[in-house]
Each structure stands twice: as C-alpha cells, then as structure tokens.
C-alpha cells in the first residue's frame, strides 16, 4: 500500500500552537452515552484527516478524542457499567489513538522544524533579492538620468506653477514643443485681443464654475475653441491666462480651471501639470504687442473692475447724514489742527481695513471651497448609487469585487470630504468672530468721525481731510459689503446643495435597507438540544493543490502588479482592516525601521521564546520588504492579519477596531519578538530614572524599544508637609486628553494639559501617617528618538442611554518641523527637536469610520497619503485636520 501524502502544514508554526486547539469545554452536564457519541465522531473525524494527509488535524482530533475519554473513564456511569461503554468506543480504538498521536506529534515536531529551517533561508534569499533588485533600480536610475537629454530652453520646471512671458515667447519662438494657451479671460476681451498662436483657444471666465468636469466645460466653449481642446492629451506645455494674475489662486477662475483638468478630466493623463503665465496677458501685451492679435487692446483698471462688482449694490452714502447746525462763535483766529493724531489715525484705519479685506478673502476661499467640496460630495453619492445598483446585479466573482474595492474608494472619499467641510466651517467661523469684532471697532470710529463732522467747525483744510477719511471709509464698506454678498450667495448655494446630497443619501439608505431586508436568510431552530456539537472546520480554506515538495511557504500577498515608487505601494482591506494598514504605513515609513527589515538584520534577533515566537516581526519584516520592492501597486496583509489574529482575539474578525490599541499591542509584540540581551550596568552608578529604566528592561533591549519607547516620572508631593514620592513607568506613546469644550487647539495646549499637576483626595502620606491632599504631576524624563502622540478623541458620553462612546471633532494646530520638547521634558539626553513624518487619521464616528495615513516619504523627501490600496500625493498643507489622531515625531536624521 502506498503511504498517504502528507498535505501542507496550514494549522500553526509549532507544535505548541496545535496543543491550544485541542481543549475542550466543561463536560461535567453531559451524559456518559453522549460523550461516547462525541468520541466515536472525533475518532472517525482523525481517522478521515490522516488518511487525506492533514497530519495537523488528525493530531487535533485525536487529541480532543483522548481528552474526551479520560473525561469519561472518571464519569460514575462509565464506572458503573464499563463494558458497555467500551464495547460503544470501540475496544481497541483508544490504544491506537495514543500510538497515532505519538507518531503524528513526532512527525509534526520534525516538519515545523525544518519549515521553519526553509523559512529563515527563504527570508535571507528573498533579502537578497530586495537588494539586487534595489541595486538594479538604483543603477537604472542613474543610467535614465544619464541619458535623458537636457530640457528645451525656458521649459519651466515640474514643480513651478507659473511661466514667465519671455520664457513663452522662447518655447513658441523655438517651435519644437507643442504648447496650448487657454485664455481665461472673460469671451469679448479674447475675442478684442489674444496672443497670436494658432493653439490659443479661449475659455471664458464666465464658462468656468466650481465641481465642473472638463466634458461639462467643453460643452460650455464656444465652437472655434472645441477642435483644439479636444487635443489638449497630446500638448506638451499648456498654458492658462487671465488678465494680471501673478499666481494660481484658490478659488479663482484659473485654480478652477487647473483643477478641472487635473482632477476632473478623467480622460486625459496629462504630462506636466498645466501653468499660469506670470502677469497674464497685461504683461505680454506690454513685452510682446507685435505677437498680438490687437497690440492696442486696454487692459481694464482695478477701479473698473471693482465697480463692476459693486455696480447693483446700494449703499449708505455719507453725504446724506443731516448734521446738527453748529453753533457759530467768534474767533480770533483759525483752529489749530493736530496733523499728526489724524495721520496716526488714519494709518490705523488702513490696518484695520486691509485686515478686514484678508479676513474676507479667506472667508470667500472658503466658501467658494466648500462650494466644490459639496458637489463633489454630491457627485460621490451618485457615483456610489450607480457602483452598489452595478455590484448587485454582477455574477462574475472578479467584477463583483472590483465594485466593492471601488465602493470602499467612495466611502473613504466622501469621510474625507465630510471632515474637509467641518475643517473649513471651524475656521468660518473663527474668521467670522475676527470680522464682527473688526466691524464693532469700524462702526465705533465710524461714529465717532460722524460726529466730529456735524458738530466740528473745521478749517477748509481739515474739513476737506475728513470727507476725503468718509469718502475712504465708504469705498471701503462698498467691497465689505459687496464680498459678503458674494460669500452670502455662495453659501446659499452650498446650503441648497448640502439638501440635494442628504436626499440622495436618505434614498441610497433606504435602497439598501430593502435590498438587505430581501437578502435575509430564513434560520431553522433544531429542537434536539441533546445532540453534540462537533467541532467543523472550513474545508474550502484548503489549498486545492498538494504543495511543493520543497515546502517552502508563500505569503498570500495577493499582489497587484506595477512599477512604482520605493515605499509607495498600497494595502487591501480585507474588511474593515484600515486601522490596520493605516498603523503599517506610518511604521513603513519610519526610515531605521524599515532599514532593519529590508537589510536583514532582524533574523540575528528573533527571538522563539516568546509566546508569538517570532512569528509578528517575521510577517511584519515580509510586508515592509513587499512594499519597498516598487513592483506592486497594492498588496495584502492576510498572512499578518491572521499571524495577529491567533495571539489577540480582538483583531480576528472583519470589525473595524482602534488603530491606537492595535499600535500599542503590535510595539509591546515586536520588541518581546526581536529582544537581545545587553551587559547589565552597575546599579550603584546610576541615578533614579536610569534605575529604573534597566529595572524595566531586565538588560533585554530591542530596537523597537530604544527607537519607541520612553519614559515618564511621576511625582506626589504632600500638601502638608512637601514630603514627595517618584515613580517611573515607559510608554511607546503619548495619549493626551483635549482641552474640554474647545473647537480648536495646538499640541502644545495638549501637552500643558497632560503635563500640568492635578490634586488627588486621600493620599497616605509616609511623613504625616495619615490621608492628605497631595498635587499629582506628570514629566518626561526619557524622549524616545520617535515619539508617537496619541489624541484622545473618544470618550464616554453618560447623557446617552447606553453610555455610547462619542468623537471629538477638535481641529489640532501641530508644527509639522521643529517640534521642541525641551519645555515639556526633564533635560533628557539626545536631540529634543522633532519633526513629522507620519500621521493616522480617522474619519466618521464609532457607528462607522475609516482610517488613513499621510507619511512624508524619506526617500522623495514629499508627503503622500495612504488609503488601503490608494497611494497619492497630497500637499504639506493638507497633512493638518480634525481628523489627526496619531502623530508620529523623529528627531533622527532621515
């Protein structure tokens, strides 16, 4: 008879790990006849498992058989009738479970030990093959550099935004680029003058909206502009102009533009992104007429411009105040006029007013902001409606899942867009406080120079400077008002918007409601409550073909091919592990770290006495090295997950948990996995902190503990007598609480908070032997060179029913470089400036929520945001919001 082929091993690492599977529940209720049932089920259950070859099963089943029958040797009606409960098992069957288990424990014990021989060379092969294969990137970088010819003289650079008119005229002189120009202007000045290119279109000013998608403003161009926009892919530098502008503001026609091509051109992958000609087409008419269509065309004034604006909005007018006639005195001479008060005071005016108008262009990009960021939200709802109605009706398995990776994309955006919009409500608002105590202080002057006007007697001069101050004043109050108009109309809109979004939100819920109601399953109650239950395994999990017989293991990356950046490679979810991936990108980019698993020195620390043995820093290592490769555009966690998933029932299932509890877990997991013993130091030479530092350590360190963790003292001082006691206790994080009822805050309140003394009833004080109130306070007496800050964003609201946990939404202003810390610590040693290089965020509430990272690449030197399989740049300003919830601090070199 052939032997069985043994199939691969699939159940644990060890044989310690198949000895936590074979315990059974309490017994004591059941019936002895029962119990022979349950035997004689697991016996034939081990019996099938070894004959497929599946030694790691057979072993558990004859092991939960065993312990099952001592069970039953000791029930009182085995004792009491043994024949008969033995002839029910089967006479010879428990003999010959314990010689089957002896050889399946042996044979197992010697597999696990030489996978794990295959894995740790199989690690050290793949190691080498990161290396080559950086190696060979690295060369081939340099080669491309090498041979890629110079740029064309005058070609801006990848990074500006704007291009100067000589520099134009340089590339369209030289003829070897294909440029377009697309004149912003409103349609009768371009149609008055332009510059003389045949690929210079117009797309008016008044044709350009927020939200537009570029096949909307194609339809909106006028017919002679069509034919060359439909070319824009192939064009190698395009060029956007208005009037005058210098630069590519926020919600101005041209940021609008450049956003619709960028983001909303969903057609076209353009090759550089497009540039605003600096000083628009004033300045090339000036520089340039002879390249004009019309060298005499005139630029229109501000004033011009201004009173367009203003042209049906009425206004107050000064002289239309009817002053109290002055009572007439005899003089002698004229009066004497304090020039200098009225220069001080009017140079006082024209602070106050340009800082009103800053407030007012801040509140009006604001608007106009929130005014996309609400038709994009709007767009989004549709997008998921149309993708959920397409995944319903979708049989193929392939589809059907690419619909939901797209659903889990549109339920991210639209978290984010959501937080966006409170971000910018929070500053409104702040704005709106700064303007109404600007305006009470513009009003009070207003007053008061209405009343030195009807009641003064002034000079001709003097009378003169003060209708000029009003006429000032009244101009001013014109673009006051005329800005809030326009802010007011914007936000109406938004607002009619924001009501058009929740009603297509309110009819996707119910939708879904009805369809999930549909889908409902139809569950049967088995009435024979008598009837064992047997343990069941999922089959289908099996790997449907015999393993290699070199039985080296392959991680299920389940990777997505594509050449990209080192360290830019996404992460699946695999249902709800976004607070998972969010935590790994943020150590990913953590630059010791990643250098310690990708060069292999953590297979000189591994430690296998460890309750994970090992196993959490060798799949964390084999994801890190994944995705430093640069040839997958995402991959998955599932060997991780499920590797964390055995030693923490918590991170088992497919729930979304908390990427703060998962972090501090995975650090304590990682440094027991990778400690190494250091020479213990003389006690006697060392102070209190450093005492009890190496207490803690128990001379076993890990880079993981000397990269992450600190320290912190903790002081009780007696209010009667002084008398103080100190403890020290490590942490591999910060959790700060936040400032209560505050809308806005800075890290550094976070940390006063944290750091500031608090009063404790009760404490038993040594010196007086008896209760006492004693201050409390907290400091810093080690800083780790990586120092993670967590924000307590979730607390327990006892005005719910439940004591629900709610979020705090507070927007956190945090120093994106030159965090110092010498304020907050006790002269610790190293360098106490940091500065940020990744971040986690949370979107949505407790009820449902989602995760992301933005990480500052060390080897790009840019920011990008990580979301699951999603990897994108983003803008240094955009890395501050409310939805920070870890910030992760470096104060090495990277």
Not at 487 to 513: M, P
Not at 603 to 610: G, M, Q
Not at 840 to 848: A, I, K, L, T, V
Request: a neutral charge; glycine letters at 4%.
């Amino acid at each position: 008879m052939t032997e069985t082929r043994r199939i691969q091993l699939h159940l644990g690492k060890c044989i310690e790990d198949l000895d936590k599977l074979y315990n059974v529940p309490d017994l004591k209720s059941k019936r002895a006849t029962l119990l022979c049932k349950t035997a004689q089920k697991l016996f034939e259950s081990a019996e099938e498992a070894r004959a497929k070859g599946d030694e790691e099963y057979s072993y558990v089943y004859y092991m939960k058989y065993l312990r099952v029958i001592a069970f039953i040797s000791k029930d009182k009606e085995y004792l009491k009738d043994k024949n008969y409960f033995n002839n029910m098992l089967g006479p010879k069957n428990p003999n010959k479970a314990i010689d089957a288990a002896e050889k399946l424990k042996i044979s197992l014990i010697e597999r696990y030990a030489k996978e794990q021989k295959a894995k740790r060379l199989m690690d050290i092969q793949e190691n080498e093959l990161i290396k080559q294969k950086i190696d060979e990137n690295r060369k081939k970088a340099m080669d491309t550099i090498a041979a890629e010819p110079p740029p064309p003289t005058g070609l801006p650079g990848p990074d500006e935004v704007t291009i100067k008119s000589d520099q134009l005229y340089t590339i369209l002189k030289n003829g070897k680029l294909k440029v377009m120009i697309l004149d912003a202007r409103p349609g009768k000045d371009y149609i008055n003058s332009h510059i003389n290119h045949p690929a210079c279109i117009s797309v008016p000013e008044e044709c350009i909206s927020p939200g537009q998608s570029a096949n909307v403003l194609e339809q909106n161009l006028p017919s002679a502009s069509r034919p060359v926009w439909a070319e824009r892919a192939s064009s190698e530098l395009i060029v956007m102009l208005d009037w005058s502008s210098t630069t590519v503001i926020p919600g101005k026609p041209l940021h609008l533009l450049k956003t619709i091509l960028l983001k909303w051109d969903i057609k076209v992958q353009y090759s550089r992104q497009p540039v605003a000609l600096w000083g628009g087409y004033e300045d090339w008419l000036l520089k340039y007429p002879a390249f004009t269509t019309n060298p005499q065309a005139i630029p229109p004034s501000q004033d011009i411009m201004l009173d367009d604006m203003l042209g049906e909005i009425d206004y107050p007018n000064w002289s239309d105040l009817n002053p109290t006639p002055a009572v007439s005195r005899p003089i002698s001479s004229e009066p004497v006029i304090d020039r200098a008060s009225k220069s001080a005071a009017v140079e006082l005016y024209a602070e106050r007013s340009r800082n009103m108008q800053h407030i007012l262009e801040q509140q009006e990009l604001i608007a106009d902001t929130s005014l996309t960021l609400e038709m994009q939200r709007i767009e989004a709802e549709q997008d998921w409606e149309k993708i959920r109605q397409q995944g319903e009706t979708e049989h193929r398995d392939e589809l059907r899942a690419m619909y939901q990776l797209r659903e889990q994309e549109i339920i991210s955006q639209l978290m984010q867009l959501e937080n966006k919009q409170f971000d910018m409500e929070q500053e409104n608002q702040s704005l709106r406080e700064k303007l109404e105590d600007y305006q009470r202080r513009e009003r009070e002057e207003a007053a008061k120079l209405a009343e030195s006007i009807a009641r003064s007697h002034l000079a001709p001069s003097a009378d003169n400077e003060a209708v000029a101050t009003a006429r000032e004043r009244e101009a001013a109050a014109r673009d006051v008002e005329a800005k809030r108009a326009r802010i007011a109309a914007v936000t109406a809109q938004r607002v009619s918007l924001d009501r058009q979004r929740e009603a297509l939100e309110t009819e996707r819920k119910r939708k879904l409601a009805e369809a999930r109601e549909k889908q409902k399953p139809n569950y049967k109650v088995s009435s024979d409550e008598e009837e064992p239950v047997v343990p069941s395994f999922d089959r289908s999990t099996k790997p449907a073909k015999v393993a290699p017989s070199s039985e080296l293991r392959q991680r299920d990356f389940q990777p997505v091919w594509a050449d990209v950046g080192r360290g830019l490679t996404g992460l699946k979810n695999l249902g709800n592990t976004c607070y998972m991936n969010s935590i790994i990108q943020c150590l990913n980019n953590t630059a010791i770290l990643v250098t310690y698993f990708c060069n292999g020195q953590y297979l000189e620390h591994v430690n296998r006495s460890h309750s994970t043995r090992g196993a959490i820093a060798e799949e964390l290592a084999a994801v890190v090295r994944g995705l430093w490769s640069g040839q997958y555009r995402f991959i998955a966690t599932k060997d991780l997950r499920n590797e964390v998933g055995k030693h923490q029932r918590t991170f088992r299932g497919s729930e979304q948990q908390d990427s703060h509890e998962f972090l501090t877990i995975l650090m304590d997991w990682l440094h027991l996995d990778l400690q190494f013993s250091i020479k213990p130091p003389l006690k006697e030479n060392l102070g209190a902190s450093e005492r009890a530092w190496h207490e803690y350590t128990k001379s076993k360190e890990s880079l993981v503990l000397r990269l992450f963790y600190g320290q912190i003292k903790s002081t009780v001082r007696c209010c009667v007598c002084a008398t103080h006691s100190a403890t020290y206790d490590s942490f591999s994080n910060l959790s700060l609480e936040l400032p209560p009822h505050a809308s806005r805050c800075t890290l550094s309140d976070c940390l006063k908070l944290y750091l500031n003394g608090e009063t404790i009833p009760g404490w038993n004080c040594p010196n007086c032997k008896d209760k006492r109130d004693a201050v409390k306070k907290l400091d810093i007496s080690r800083l780790p060179p990586v120092l993670v800050i967590h924000f307590k964003r979730f607390y327990l609201d006892p005005k719910e029913y439940c004591n629900a946990f709610r979020k705090r939404q507070t927007y956190i202003d945090f120093p994106l470089e030159n965090l110092d810390m010498r304020q907050f610590s006790l002269n610790c040693p190293g360098n106490p400036v940091y500065n940020l290089y990744a971040v986690s965020n949370h979107y949505g509430s407790m009820e449902g929520g989602h995760y992301t990272a933005y990480c500052k690449s060390s080897v790009y030197g840019k920011w990008y945001k990580y979301d699951d399989h999603l990897v994108t740049e983003i803008s240094p300003s955009e890395v501050k919001s409310s939805a920070a919830y870890i910030l992760f601090y470096t104060s090495c070199e990277r």
